[in-house]
Nanobody, 116 residues
Framework: QVQLVESGGGLVQAGGSLKLSCAPSGSIFTVNTMAWHRQAPGKQRELVADISSSGSTIYVDSVKGRFTISRDNVKNTVYLQMNSLKPEDTAVYYC??????????WGQGTQVTVSS
């Protein structure tokens, strides 16, 4: 089964930047919306941003103006550029891709830690 593989997480100081990437491990023929979610310790997983196949985007209020989601439709890859990072952005970040009738594929998660 195809899996999504995230990369780009790590430790950064407050105010710094990171760029997350997420690509499939194999071929996916139909990819609709792609998204990034995150889960902080003791909290529920939340949607950070998503992007449709046509490029329309949605962001959670807490990251608007700081994060940018983008995608490469040829590679079925989704990115999350994160600027002006804050300690409250610390979480495990998961990518997800809607593949039509098969539902959603999820990545294994990548840790982002922002130190104050």
């Amino acid at each position: 089964q195809v899996q999504l593989v995230e990369s780009g997480g790590g430790l950064v100081q407050a105010g710094g930047s990171l760029k997350l990437s997420c690509a499939p491990s194999g071929s996916i023929f139909t990819v609709n919306t792609m998204a990034w979610h995150r889960q902080a310790p003791g909290k529920q997983r939340e949607l950070v941003a998503d992007i449709s196949s046509s490029g329309s985007t949605i962001y959670v209020d807490s990251v608007k103006g700081r994060f940018t989601i983008s995608r490469d439709n040829v590679k079925n890859t989704v990115y999350l550029q994160m600027n002006s990072l804050k300690p409250e952005d610390t979480a495990v970040y998961y990518c997800a891709a809607n593949v039509g009738p098969l539902g959603w594929y999820w990545g294994q998660g990548t840790q982002v830690t922002v130190s104050s």
